[in-house]
């Protein structure tokens, strides 16, 4: 009896053993098409792992001609921060002395392959153009539109995410800029107790506003007279209140992040409005705020002070409508 249950199991063995033979086979034999993604098309090389990108997540090229012997200029509506060329055939660089102008050229004449050049703005904007050579480019001087900021969605997708700046930490370049206009646009005076008058020129904080980790200064030049007031420079320093004689070492200057609608020049009987932008700070007790704007080419210097007690009292900005 031991030997027929034996020669059973032996039998079992060998069966199950010609059986998993055929499958490995089997299975040696299935591609990955046919049998395992069935549905997948001969063109796709993701084998159904990854989802395909549809053009409505696309954001349109321009088209761009380039020649050796011209130089081809783009200009945009803010600084360039970003220029990404696509291939050695083409050279690009900021035009001297400017931050929002773009040159290129081809580095060899006639090539025949197309390639594609990105470029971000300060704005946040983000720009692609698909690039070719032509003996004589149809358009050498070219003005580009800012389609984040005027409201158009042309060279868009419909679900266009902002393009963050380091410097402005979780805020988008897109809201701090509707945030500033819409503050420029408010134009209240939250702020009545600092400024500075002299000489015929009235230099006034407006307003301190804040959000999400950002202030805004609202700034404003009123010129009496009527001698033009031309703007050299503005300054941000926290310096130490009991320090009669001040000194550079003493000083903490703060730059500001973005200007809306900086003001350069104010003519006489005219007023002008800046929205200055910052990183989040505040005053130690014993220091203060000092704002001082210098006229270029005169002596009709303005100054005024903010303490500790006006910045942590900057309004949120949600009471504004930002549009």
């Known amino acids: 009896?031991?030997?027929?249950?034996?020669?059973?199991?032996?039998?079992?063995?060998?069966?199950?053993?010609?059986?998993?033979?055929?499958?490995?086979?089997?299975?040696?034999?299935?591609?990955?098409?046919?049998?395992?993604?069935?549905?997948?098309?001969?063109?796709?090389?993701?084998?159904?792992?990854?989802?395909?990108?549809?053009?409505?997540?696309?954001?349109?090229?321009?088209?761009?001609?380039?020649?050796?012997?011209?130089?081809?200029?783009?200009?945009?509506?803010?600084?360039?921060?970003?220029?990404?060329?696509?291939?050695?055939?083409?050279?690009?660089?900021?035009?001297?002395?400017?931050?929002?102008?773009?040159?290129?050229?081809?580095?060899?004449?006639?090539?025949?392959?197309?390639?594609?050049?990105?470029?971000?703005?300060?704005?946040?904007?983000?720009?692609?153009?698909?690039?070719?050579?032509?003996?004589?480019?149809?358009?050498?001087?070219?003005?580009?539109?800012?389609?984040?900021?005027?409201?158009?969605?042309?060279?868009?997708?419909?679900?266009?995410?902002?393009?963050y700046l380091k410097e402005l930490g979780s805020e988008s370049p897109k809201l701090v800029h509707l945030i500033a206009k819409a503050i420029h646009k408010d134009n209240r005076r939250h702020v009545k107790h600092i400024g500075s008058k002299a000489f015929g020129i009235q230099y006034l904080l407006r307003g301190l506003y804040t959000h999400n980790g950002l202030l805004y200064f609202h700034t404003q030049v009123k010129n009496t007279s009527n001698v033009p007031y031309e703007v050299d420079f503005v300054t941000f320093k926290i310096v130490d209140k009991k320090v009669l004689k001040r000194t550079a070492i003493q000083e903490q200057v703060i730059f500001p992040l973005r200007a809306y609608n900086y003001a350069t020049a104010v003519a006489g009987k005219k007023d002008e409005r800046t929205v200055f932008v910052f990183d989040k700070f505040t005053i130690p007790t014993d220091k203060m705020l000092v704002v001082e704007m210098h006229e270029k080419s005169g002596g009709r210097h303005q100054s005024f002070t903010v303490e500790s007690e006006d910045i942590v009292r900057a309004r949120v900005i949600n009471e504004l409508k930002v549009k």
């Not at 060998?14 to 299975?27: D, I, K, N, R």
């Not at 392959?113 to 971000?120: G, K, L, Q, Y």
């Not at 419909?158 to 393009?163: G, S, Y």
């Open 1 to 163: 009896m031991k030997k027929i249950l034996l020669m059973l199991a032996l039998a079992g063995g060998v069966a199950s053993a010609h059986a998993q033979s055929a499958e490995t086979a089997a299975v040696n034999d299935l591609t990955l098409k046919a049998d395992i993604y069935p549905q997948q098309e001969d063109s796709d090389l993701y084998h159904g792992l990854s989802r395909k990108l549809t053009f409505d997540r696309m954001i349109p090229p321009y088209g761009l001609e380039v020649t050796y012997d011209k130089t081809t200029h783009i200009i945009f509506p803010s600084a360039v921060r970003y220029v990404d060329l696509g291939s050695p055939n083409l050279i690009a660089g900021k035009a001297d002395g400017s931050e929002n102008v773009i040159r290129v050229k081809a580095t060899r004449k006639n090539f025949r392959e197309e390639t594609n050049m990105s470029v971000i703005t300060e704005s946040g904007s983000f720009y692609t153009f698909n690039v070719k050579y032509a003996d004589e480019p149809l358009l050498l001087n070219i003005e580009m539109a800012d389609f984040i900021h005027d409201g158009s969605e042309v060279n868009r997708p419909n679900n266009a995410l902002d393009i």
